[in-house]
C-alpha cells in the first residue's frame, strides 16, 4: 500500500495483538492439507494487510513533499480509511480532493489496480471480516454499523466479493481459532 516502499511502520503492543492472530491462522492454514482452510488464505491475507495499512496511516508521519500522483493516491487511501464507514460516494471524494472523478479513478487504478468505488467496498469488507472474527457481534449489526441501509445487499455484496458466505466464514474462522 506504501507506493514509495519506505520502511516506516511501527507497531505497538496493542497494534502487534491485533496482527498476531491473522499470522497465526495463516500459519496454521499453510501448515494445513485440507480444502476446506485453503478458502481462508485471502481473507486472512486481506485481513492481515488491512491492519498493516491501517497502523501505516495512522501512525507514521510521511512530511516528505511527495509527486503530484502519489500525493493523490496516499490523501485518497487515508480519506478511504476515515470516511470508509460512511461508505461515501467516489464523486464526494473527488471534490474533497479538489480532482476531478476521472483522474481519481486513473491515480487509483493505477496504484492499486481497483476502481475506487471498488477499493472502497473491499476495504469496507475487510473491516467487516475484522468485526465478524473479532467483535462477534451479528452480521445484521455488522450491515448497519457499517453504513448499509439493507442487511440483505450487505449479505449478497460480501457473498460476491469474498467468495463464501458470512455464517462459512464465520464457521471456518471460528474452526481455525479454537
Known sequence: MNPLN???????????SRILYPLRSLLEILNDD???RWELLGPYLNLLLSEINYN???NS???AILPAEIDLY???QRLAEQQFFAQPAVSRLSKELAVSDSKLYTV?????GLSPKEYLIRRILLEAQRMLIFERVSAKDIAYRLGFKDPNYFH???KKSVGTTIS???KTARSLSA
Do not use: C, E
Not at 487509483?108 to 492499486?112: E, L, M, R, T, Y
Open 61 to 63: 508521519s510521511n512530511s
Open 6 to 16: 519506505k520502511p516506516v511502520i511501527h507497531f505497538d503492543k496493542q497494534d502487534l
Open 34 to 36: 485440507t480444502r476446506q
Open 108 to 112: 487509483v487504478k493505477g496504484f492499486s
Open 156 to 158: 449478497r455484496l460480501f
Open 74 to 76: 496516499i490523501r485518497f
Open 168 to 170: 462459512a466464514f464465520l
Open 56 to 58: 501505516y496511516f495512522h
